[in-house]
């Protein structure tokens, strides 16, 4: 799909529709929406009657024309989030596209209230994320395509903000995409080794800003990774501990590390998960995809701050050489573990991760992201993802970025007299809790034991990383890059 930032009239617009947003309210009136071609107009007003079409987000009114459709599309309230009306309403407009087989779609961006640059990006990110399609594996895909999309705008004069602001979304969108990508493909092909491999082509196109440090089992069993092992011990699959640095070409002294779950297959181990919870999941590594997607945009983003980019990649298998419920592991830290169940993985991967970048690089900020808990879905629903943290700075932060980059996180508590509920009898540690209940609590509080009191923010993405129905207008189902948005809004806020 082509995509560009054009100046024109509306009456001026070639393509197959025009796509005009329009503020709702109860002041709304059909009579004063312009860029409606004279023709069109009566035909407009009498349909925005017949539905009564007040500009509500969600309500459109589609003209039909020999020429160019006109489809009119509510945002809902001037004072609302107007960039996120904008990015739902482009997704629905693809989806018209769809059904309707335009190929040429222009998006009208007229006056000041709504051209700005960050709607531009908006408009461009949730278009190039519209457009995605997992394919790969399909005979044919008989899906009709947007072939081009235009950003119309009626004022010249910041043309190349508008242009820049596109290709951020480009670069942005890009990344989203590769995470997607990565979670969509088969746990078949997407193995720990791919994923080291995934990294490996991430660093190659960045040029030098990247670096990659790949340990495979005879390191990680020297620097004393026994949890991260353990998980790996049943599988056929080689364990690939995955490094990315990002040195900022911009002055800096501050540096922050993302750790990302990265279980490319979740059986659930000796402790089997039932057939239903198995079915989806290849996508227990959309931490690590999320970073990896975020990766892929460093090199063209620049922010300024040094990055770290964990995966203590590995699959969760059962077999003769599976680590058994009741074993105990010794992690990297030295504190001892016992696993009772050896479906609670994602945990023992990422103590040893973050065990790992703390000691090796003592970054100012630690940040997790893992598919970690089936409570965390039952907790906030399949949109939202948790957020947990031991720094209330930290937190605040991140659930601005969030915020501004148009991804749902909630904060849950590190609750004090939760803690007691992970410690074992016989060990330090168990790796799940003693009672049956506030699982994303106990998961976390089991995770502070690997932070060595470090600024730490852990989000449990379980429910948003896959969506087993679509996420958003512009993000249907499958992979969702989840956290992508969030982690460079995040470090570009950094100072
Ligand atoms: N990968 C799962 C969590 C998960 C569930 C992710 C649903 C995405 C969707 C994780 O490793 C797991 O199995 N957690 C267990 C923990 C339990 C054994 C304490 C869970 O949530 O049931
Ligand atoms: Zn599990
Ligand atoms: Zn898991």
Redesign the pocket.
Known sequence: MKISVVKSEAAKVSADVLVIPVFGGTDFDAKKVKDIPDALRSKFQKMAAGVKFTGKAGQQVLLQTEGTDHLVMGLGDRKGDVAASLREACGAAFHAARRLGYKRMAFALFGKELLKEEHVEGLALAAILSDYAFDTFKKENGERKVEDFMIVVDEARDMMKFRKAMERAETIADGVNVARDLVNTPAQEITPSHLAEAAKEIVKVSGSVLKLTVLDRKACQKLGMGAYLAVSQGSEEEPKFIHLTYTSPRPTKKSIAFVGKG?TF?S?GL?L?PADGMM??K??MAGAAAVLGFFATLARLKPRVNIHGVIAATENMPSGKAIRPGDIVKSMNGKTIEIL?T????RLTLADAMTYIIRKENPDVVIDLA?????C?VALGEEVAGVMSNDRGLAKNFLAAAKNAGEKFWELPLEDRYRSLVVSDIADLRN?ATNKYG?TLTAGLFLEEFVEKKPWAHLDI?GPA?AEKPLSSYIGRGGTGFGVRTMITFVEAIK
């Open positions: 279980v979740d659930g402790s998960k989806t999941m996508c227990d169940n479906d609670a993985e994602g598919t970690l808990t089936g409570a879905v799940i699982g379980a896959f």
